[in-house]
Nanobody, 121 residues
Framework: QLQLVESGGGLVQAGGSLRLSCTAS?????????MGWSRQAPGKERELVAI???????NYAGSVKGRFTIFRNNSKNTVYLQMNSLKPADTAVYYC??????????????WGQGTQVTVSS
């Protein structure tokens, strides 16, 4: 199984920047095929924000495109979300996600515990 540990959340003024990080650990780390981030504001459904695959392909939600950047380290076990030009609407709990494929081609999804991002106006 995988364990996902997130960090980097905090309080920032509008227009500022934050960088979130998520590190995956466990014996199945080499089987990770994609990692990404989602967010959830109070009273709202969880929203996918950004994804990066093991091949380096990235995709972003329209609301963050051009402001957020997702990237990974060389070992592909840590994913980062660089958030620039932050807006109060970005305030949410941000969750890391990892997708694993085992030798039988079964697919499993794992989620981190979340980290709070608060943007003040």
């Amino acid at each position: 199984q995988l364990q996902l540990v997130e960090s980097g959340g905090g309080l920032v003024q509008a227009g500022g920047s934050l960088r979130l990080s998520c590190t995956a650990s466990g014996r199945s780390v080499p089987s990770i095929k994609a990692m990404g981030w989602s967010r959830q504001a109070p009273g709202k459904e969880r929203e996918l924000v950004a994804i990066i695959t093991s091949d380096g392909f990235t995709n972003y939600a329209g609301s963050v495109k051009g402001r957020f950047t997702i990237f990974r380290n060389n070992s592909k076990n840590t994913v980062y979300l660089q958030m620039n030009s932050l807006k109060p609407a970005d305030t949410a709990v941000y969750y890391c996600k990892a997708q694993e494929r085992d030798v039988n081609l079964s697919i499993y999804d794992f989620w981190g515990q979340g980290t709070q991002v608060t943007v003040s106006s």
